[in-house]
């Protein structure tokens, strides 16, 4: 039996919306599922695209993308640049994939398991 095959389906628990909760100084919402240690994140301004993975998966690809200067960024347009399926790189020990968006300073973040993308500014 792997790891893998002992992960809850953290689809299957329902979150409460009022259990999202804005990042402070991104444009980001998140809730713990259940009382563990996973979250389901999303983009405020589009809720309806969620992505629900353990919190070290998140933890991780932080790490790998890292924070840069506390430059305010905006999320706008983002939606509206193609990003080609080859420029995806996976977070490695995840479920997660991420590619740059063209030459903005922004990320798009996939669930290999799941459908939808988040796009916000590699800040947030």
Known sequence: MTARSLQPDLWAVAVDEAKFTMLNGTGIEYAAIGDGDDYAV???DRP?????????DFRRLGALLGRGPGVEQSAEGLHNIDVDDDRYEAVEGTDLKYAPINDHDAVSVRDQQHPGEIRRPSND
């Open 48 to 56: 309806e695209v969620e992505i629900r993975r353990p919190g070290d």
């Open 42 to 44: 999303r983009d405020k």
